[in-house]
């Protein structure tokens, strides 16, 4: 996982990422990988750092750089 150890956040912008998080897991074909998540974990705080608060957008925008991710 990146470094994110300077993102500070209220409790109001966790609980969006972590809503845009459950949703965008939960479009994702069974079995989910962790490194899946973790992308759009990363995605999703990065987006939120640089201001977005709406919970659709959040979503997707990880799940389209989850998408344009290069793959192993």
């Not at 459950?22 to 999703?44: C, F, G, M, Q, R």
């Amino acid at each position: 996982m990146k470094n994110f150890s300077n993102a500070a956040f209220s409790p109001e912008v966790i609980e969006l990422m972590t809503s845009a998080l459950d949703a965008a897991v939960a479009t994702l074909p069974e079995p989910v990988h962790s490194s899946h998540v973790t992308a759009l974990a990363e995605s999703i705080l990065r987006t939120a750092s640089a201001g977005e608060r709406d919970v659709a957008n959040l979503q997707r925008i990880a799940l389209l750089e989850l998408q344009l991710a290069p793959r192993n």
